[in-house]
C-alpha cells in the first residue's frame, strides 16, 4: 500500500524568507508525486509533478520541489515567501486513478 | 479552457435522506474521480470513472455510489445519509494517466441535519 506523511500541521515563515514544506512517502516501484495547494472554500490546485528525471521540479507560482529517493522524500520549495502563499499544502502519490495524500500542511506567511 | 465544474456548492440533508451530485470535467478529460474531505479523515478516495466504468474505487461503503455518462459528466449519489457524511466533496478530472495531474473543482458543501 502507498502512503504520505506531511510530518508539519502548520509551517511559520516571515515574507521574503524561504520556506519549506516537508512530505516523505512510502510506495512500491516508482513513485508519481504531486503537491497541491488549498485555499479557502475552494478545490484544490495543482503545484508540480515528479514522474522522473530532474530530481528539482520546478512548478506554479515560483514553487518547487526536491526529489531525495534515499530518503523517499518530496519537500517543496520557495526561496520568497509570499503573504499570498498562505494557504493549506497537500502532498500525494498518484496510483490508479486515485491520489493518496498527506495529512496536508498550513502554511502561514507572516507579513 | 474551462474547469471542473461542481454542482451544487452548497447542500443541506437530514439523516437517511439521499443526495446526488455532479461533476462536469475539463473538456477532452475521461477520468472523473471524487474525494472526501472532512477535518477529522483529511482527504480521502472514493471512486474513479473512466470511460463510463468504475476503474477503481476506495474504501467506503456501498451508499456512495457513481456513474460517468458518456460525456465524461459523472454523478455520485449518497444513500441513507448519516451525519457522518457531512462533508467537502471533490470531483477531479484528468486525462486518465498515473503521471498526469487531476484537476479539482471548488467541490460541493453536504451538511447534514
Known amino acids: 500500500a502507498q502512503s504520505v506523511a506531511q510530518p508539519e500541521d502548520q509551517v511559520n515563515v516571515a515574507e521574503g524568507n524561504p520556506l519549506t514544506v516537508k512530505c516523505t512517502y512510502s510506495?512500491?516501484?516508482?513513485?508519481?508525486l504531486f503537491w497541491y495547494v488549498q485555499y479557502p472554500n475552494r478545490g484544490l490546485q495543482f503545484l508540480l509533478k515528479?514522474?522522473?528525471?530532474?530530481?528539482l521540479v520546478k512548478g506554479s507560482y515560483g514553487f518547487e520541489a526536491e526529489f531525495n529517493k534515499s530518503q523517499t522524500s518530496f519537500h517543496l520549495k520557495k526561496p520568497s515567501a509570499l503573504v499570498s502563499d498562505s494557504a493549506l499544502y497537500f502532498c500525494?502519490?498518484?496510483?490508479?486513478?486515485?491520489?493518496?495524500f498527506g495529512s496536508g500542511t498550513r502554511l502561514q506567511v507572516q507579513p | 479552457k474551462a474547469g471542473v465544474t461542481q454542482t451544487p456548492r452548497y447542500l443541506i440533508k437530514t439523516r437517511g435522506q439521499q443526495v446526488t451530485l455532479s461533476c462536469s470535467p475539463i473538456?477532452?478529460?475521461?477520468?472523473v474521480s471524487w474525494y472526501q474531505q472532512t477535518p477529522g479523515q483529511g482527504l480521502q478516495f472514493l471512486f474513479e470513472?473512466?470511460?463510463?466504468?468504475?476503474?477503481n474505487k476506495g474504501n467506503f461503503p456501498g451508499r456512495f455510489s457513481g456513474r460517468q455518462f458518456s460525456n465524461s459528466r459523472s454523478e455520485m449519489n449518497v444513500s441513507t445519509l448519516e451525519l457522518g457524511d457531512s462533508a467537502l466533496y471533490l470531483c477531479?478530472?484528468?486525462?486518465?494517466?498515473?503521471?498526469?495531474?487531476?484537476?479539482f473543482g471548488d467541490g460541493t458543501r453536504l451538511s447534514i441535519l
Open positions: 473538456s477532452g478529460h475521461r477520468s
Open positions: 500525494a502519490v498518484s496510483l490508479g486513478g486515485a491520489l493518496t
Open positions: 515528479y514522474i522522473t528525471g530532474d530530481n
Open positions: 470513472y473512466f470511460s463510463e466504468t468504475q476503474r
Open positions: 477531479a478530472s484528468s486525462l486518465g494517466y498515473n503521471n498526469q495531474p487531476q484537476h
Open positions: 510506495v512500491s516501484g516508482n513513485p508519481y
